[in-house]
């Protein structure tokens, strides 16, 4: 039977919200009234990362339009976004999106490619960024701006069609992307591995070159460097024991800093993951796929191996050391992947077209990840760190942002899916202590069902921009044959 949960516009107060996280034994702390920076919001306070000083508190998470040319240049539709990014008023942009490294390591024909060709259209996206930045908050003093530097690993498609590159076998994934358990041709040798470490610093001093402030190696989400930190049964140097499973990327980021001493390094990790979640039968509430010989679970870093649908952070904690150790200046916790359990890597109200129905109030989804980065804060006091998926959190999204950071919880709160249908989110609280209710995102995951149906993604229900492309009318029509 499909459960039906309480949406967040039905919790007309702050009060009425608190029951309903204590209905959810959630203590997520909550405060009574939303704080402009004249009010002293905490979310107003300057950060430091590493020799940067943030201006404030919020960030802009990565979101990946799937709208670059084929080339991997940006179009206009990328520009848009990133100047949205820029009027945003956040002074964290995390990396704008994922641009991959080399062209086999695209998760789609319309994702960025960083290569020379490109820089051009890369240097365009930061000068529009800081623009649309200068014009809406009069200073560029205090915006630190990074680039997201990824290899798609099983969810590379270059063409369209997946063509995976895996760290390892895996007995629920593969069938995924079209891989049978007894072909290995997809797997990454020791040497291809080895292989991306250069073309990883190449795009690093071009982002430098160009003038991004850091650069993420970006571990999270299910893609190459997340999945090899789960190689618990991969032979040789990169697989078996922690050191090996984060071997690549340490060489990574050492590599980085020898080549570009002055330019900062971020890692976006997925702190915890679960064990992958499909639609029961007859469209039911999403399950995990777990059978009995999968147990105990060897496939996934910061996930209970008896008990895969629980985070476990024993790994996450001493890989968050090491980062720290090799050099890493500010990490972004993130958790599992879009591809096998959306619910808890983006809580929604409404699944995206390659979901399932939520199997928990997304709430809880919401206290899993602030949970996770609570316990990882308290772990590394002294490394910053960005939190995420704060955006079903809606109406109430700054009461809860300005009490973690004030209580500590996180350094930076991060905006992905509502920076689509509000971009002005962070301006609005900091300087009117206010909302614009009819601009919050509702999480009808149209941004995630776009893409992977070969639409670019944008927010089609409350951007009036993709609601007047005629994509919006064909995503209607997809979503209706659905
Ligand atoms: C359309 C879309 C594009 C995204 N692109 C990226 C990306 O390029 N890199 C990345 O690390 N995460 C990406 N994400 C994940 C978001 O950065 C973020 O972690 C997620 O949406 C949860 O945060 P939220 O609750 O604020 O939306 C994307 C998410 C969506 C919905």
């Known amino acids: 039977m499909l459960r039906r949960f309480p949406s967040i516009s039905q919790l007309k107060t702050v009060a009425a919200f608190r029951r309903r996280l204590q209905e959810l034994g959630l203590a997520l702390p909550v405060d009574e009234q939303i704080l402009s920076g004249q009010d002293d919001s905490p979310l107003a306070r300057p950060g430091r990362i590493g020799p940067l000083e943030v201006g404030n508190r919020w960030c802009i998470h990565p979101m990946e339009g799937w709208d670059a040319q084929l080339s991997g240049a940006p179009s206009p539709l990328t520009v848009r976004r990133w100047r949205h990014f820029g009027t945003s008023g956040a002074k964290l942009i995390w990396g704008g999106e994922a641009m991959a490294v080399v062209p086999q390591g695209r998760s789609s024909p319309r994702e960025l490619l960083i290569c020379e060709e490109n820089r051009r259209g890369i240097k365009l996206l930061l000068e529009e960024l800081k623009e649309a930045h200068l014009r809406r908050c009069g200073s560029l003093q205090g915006l630190v701006v990074g680039l997201q530097l990824t290899h798609s690993g099983r969810f590379s498609a270059p063409e369209g069609t997946p063509r995976p590159r895996i760290a390892w076998h895996h007995p629920l994934l593969d069938a995924k992307v079209g891989i049978a358990p007894t072909d290995d041709s997809p797997i990454l040798s020791d040497q291809e591995l080895q292989g991306l470490v250069p073309r990883y610093v190449e795009a690093a001093q071009l982002a430098a070159e160009v003038g991004f402030d850091f650069v993420d190696i970006k571990a999270c989400h299910g893609y190459l460097l997340h999945e090899l930190l789960g190689a618990h049964l991969r032979p040789g140097p990169y697989g078996g024991s922690l050191e090996g499973r984060s071997r690549l990327l340490r060489q990574i980021i050492q590599a980085v800093r020898q080549a570009c001493p002055e330019l900062v390094l971020g890692v976006r990790l997925s702190a915890f993951d679960l064990v992958p979640f499909a639609a029961g039968e007859r469209e039911q509430e999403g399950r995990p796929q777990l059978r009995p010989e ?171 921009f993709y609601k007047r492309l005629p994509e919006a009318v064909r995503l209607r029509k997809i979503k209706s044959s659905q």
């Not at 959306?342 to 390659?354: G, M, S, T, V």
């Open 294 to 464: 999968l147990l105990p679970y060897r496939w996934g870093f910061g996930v209970d191996p008896h008990q895969p649908t629980r985070p476990h952070l024993h790994e996450t904690f001493q890989l968050l050391h090491w980062l720290r150790d090799w050099g890493v200046a500010v990490v972004n916790l993130s958790g599992g992947s879009p591809y096998y359990c959306p619910h808890a890597q983006r809580p929604a109200q409404f699944p995206p077209c390659d979901g399932y129905p939520p199997p928990e109030d997304p709430l809880v989804g919401v206290g899993r990840m602030i949970e996770v980065a609570r316990q990882c804060k308290e772990e590394l006091p002294q490394l910053p760190l960005v939190g995420t998926g704060y955006s079903y959190l809606q109406e109430y999204l700054p009461h809860v942002a300005q009490a973690v950071v004030r209580q500590g919880w996180i350094d930076y709160v991060g905006l992905g899916r509502m920076v689509l249908s509000y971009p002005e989110l962070p301006w609005d609280v900091l300087t009117t202590g206010r909302l614009n209710r009819r601009r919050i995102c509702r999480t009808f995951s149209d941004c995630t069902t776009g893409p992977r149906n070969g639409l670019p993604s944008g927010c089609y229900p409350l951007d009036a």
